[in-house]
């Protein structure tokens, strides 16, 4: 039998083996927090433009909407609680992502204390965090739907763990208002929802709490908070609908669920690397099997949420399942590994296991921000060795302050909010919106397009949109391209396209003929 783990938080070994100190929760989940902190501000020492996913969010969070074309509009609403106190800056979306990232390490110890864990334990579900790629790297770099979900679902599992032993209306009702949250976060998030239900009706610890009358206020709680997104959304379902694209779904049978299915299992082993091959360490012949009801959910949710998605895969006919998508269904895998290491691990394979982690937290550290000034020589510039905010800045400096800014993208849009916080900022895309601040007032209007020259981008993207809106739109040689070069990559230019004119020239009707062509403005 393995040695019972210390009150103190020291694990004792034989005679001859150092105790190994351990941190407990609070001081775990401080470290945690600081290491977060630590990586979204040294990313900005090197670079003040919004990353993809944190421009579009400055587009999105100018209005209270119901949904945000494919995306659930939870994240946004936050996004906007903060940016109506702080104006259209990026620190608050930082600060924003940082606080979800240190909830939910504070969830998964919650969670661990429900489970009793040991000080080991504890360690062993924080340091998993850090060997996940999809927490350690992208979800600092820039994502954003996707790690509130993560939170909402580690929330939900929290909350029904403790359904088992405290089977209050409250608790139901709580269950209901994260479930939904979940969804509103991320429509992902429904397979772990119906993964964690699946799991807990085949244990009967678990069972008799789903299946009693007080999961109807659970349930009610759920469809109402749902209820006025599922109806905006069936009143657009095409922008409600755009992002299935992702899935890459074909119609033939079987070869496209096989494909699927194929790519969710190779997708789950590469989300879970290296977490699985260091974890390796912990439980090589010694696996532990779990020690109370709470800790066997844990260890059936994946098969559990492994069953529901490939019932999604079948009858959808999904061929590419994406990495993020697995950051609310596999979460938990660094406390399923505690779980199976048991309370009390050798010191030895511990002492491996926490070091390899924090030597991956400090090459996170040193390489989220280097990135950046290293893109020259490496040859890998991002979106933020674009000086666009720069460019923006420059063309506010020799213009009247327009009345709305129309920008070809949410990239070029969200960071154009940054330099004209005062005034409207849509994507063209934005049709309807688009035509009712054209008609509001009359003014200067600024077009603003990326140089890219993929289908629906660039300037003929942009002239294309305003064409859909039934807009006047200029002749693409019309635009003047303002450049410069690409930060820490002075080899690369980053360019934008810029064109300024009244409103009612937009507005005016399009003679037949008249269609802009998609030329290249640069010609």
């Given at each position: 039998?393995?040695?019972?783990p210390q009150?103190?938080g020291?694990?004792k070994a034989a ?12 001081a ?7 290491w977060?902190?630590l ?5 900005r020492?090197?670079?003040?433009t919004a ?17 945000y ?14 940016l109506?106190?702080t ?8 600060a ?48 954003t739907?996707?790690?509130?979900a993560?939170?909402?679902a580690s929330?939900t ?8 032993t ?17 969804m ?11 993964g ?19 999961i ?8 109402g908070?749902l ?8 009143g ?16 033939a ?13 190779w ?13 390796l ?16 959910l ?6 559990a949420?492994?069953a529901?998605?490939t ?24 406390a ?15 002492r491996?296991?926490?070091?390899t ?10 390489a989220?921000?280097a ?19 720069e460019?923006?800045?420059r063309?506010?400096?020799h213009?009247?302050t327009?009345i709305?800014?129309i ?6 849009g969200?960071?154009?909010?940054r330099?004209?916080?005062d ?7 934005a ?16 077009l ?5 020259t993929?289908?629906?981008?660039g300037v ?11 807009l ?15 930060r820490?990559?002075?080899q ?20 037949p ?10 010609r």
């Amino acid at each position: 039998m393995p040695p019972d783990p210390q009150p103190g938080g020291v694990l004792k070994a034989a005679p001859s083996a150092q105790p190994l100190r351990l941190p407990g929760p609070a001081a775990l989940w401080l470290l945690a927090t600081g290491w977060f902190a630590l990586n979204a501000v040294s990313q900005r020492l090197f670079s003040l433009t919004a990353e993809t996913d944190q421009a579009a969010e400055l587009v999105r969070s100018q209005l209270w909407q119901w949904g945000y074309g494919s995306q659930p509009p939870l994240y946004t609403w936050l996004a906007k609680l903060l940016l109506d106190l702080t104006g259209p800056a990026l620190w608050p979306l930082l600060a924003l992502k940082v606080a979800i990232l240190s909830a939910l390490v504070a969830s998964l110890l919650q969670i661990g204390r429900v489970l009793r864990f040991s000080p080991a334990q504890h360690c062993i579900t924080v340091a998993g965090i850090v060997l996940i790629p999809q927490f350690a790297w992208e979800s600092q770099r820039d994502l954003t739907h996707s790690v509130l979900a993560t939170l909402l679902a580690s929330l939900t599992l929290l909350q029904l763990l403790r359904l088992q032993t405290r089977a209050t209306a409250g608790n139901y009702a709580l269950a209901g208002v994260l479930s939904a949250g979940g969804m509103l976060s991320k429509y992902t998030f429904g397979v772990f929802l119906l993964g964690a239900l699946l799991a807990g009706v085949s244990l009967p610890a678990f069972r008799r709490r789903l299946l009693t009358a007080r999961i109807l206020i659970a349930l009610a709680i759920f469809a109402g908070l749902l209820a006025p997104h599922l109806l905006w959304a069936l009143g657009q379902p095409d922008l409600a609908l755009g992002g299935l694209d992702k899935l890459q779904a074909e119609a033939a049978f079987p070869i496209a669920q096989l494909r699927g299915l194929g790519s969710a299992a190779w997708t789950a082993i590469a989300f879970l690397t290296p977490l699985w091959i260091v974890g390796l360490v912990l439980v090589v012949k010694r696996l532990q099997p779990p020690g109370n009801p709470g800790q066997r959910l844990l260890c059936r949710l994946p098969l559990a949420i492994a069953a529901v998605l490939t019932v999604v895969i079948l009858v959808s006919g999904a061929t590419r399942i994406k990495d993020r998508w697995y950051q609310n269904l596999l979460f938990y895998a660094p406390a399923l590994l505690a779980v199976l290491s048991g309370p009390a691990p050798p010191p030895r394979r511990l002492r491996i296991h926490l070091q390899t982690a924090a030597l991956a937290a400090a090459a996170v550290s040193v390489a989220l921000p280097a990135r950046i000034p290293l893109a020259g020589a490496l040859g890998r510039t991002s979106a933020l060795n674009a000086p666009v905010v720069e460019l923006l800045g420059r063309i506010r400096a020799h213009q009247e302050t327009p009345i709305l800014v129309i920008a070809s993208d949410s990239f070029v849009g969200g960071n154009a909010r940054r330099v004209f916080p005062d005034v409207p900022v849509l994507p063209v895309g934005a049709t309807a919106m688009v035509q009712s601040q054209l008609r509001a007032r009359d003014g200067l209007v600024l077009l603003l397009a990326s140089a890219e020259t993929k289908e629906g981008r660039g300037v003929a993207g942009l002239l294309e949109g305003l064409a859909s809106a039934g807009l006047q739109g200029p002749h693409p040689g019309d635009f003047t391209a303002v450049s410069a070069p690409a930060r820490w990559a002075p080899q690369e230019r980053f360019t934008l396209f810029v064109q300024t004119l009244p409103a009612s020239a937009l507005l005016a009707k399009r003679s037949p003929g008249t269609q802009p062509s998609a030329a290249d403005p640069a010609r």
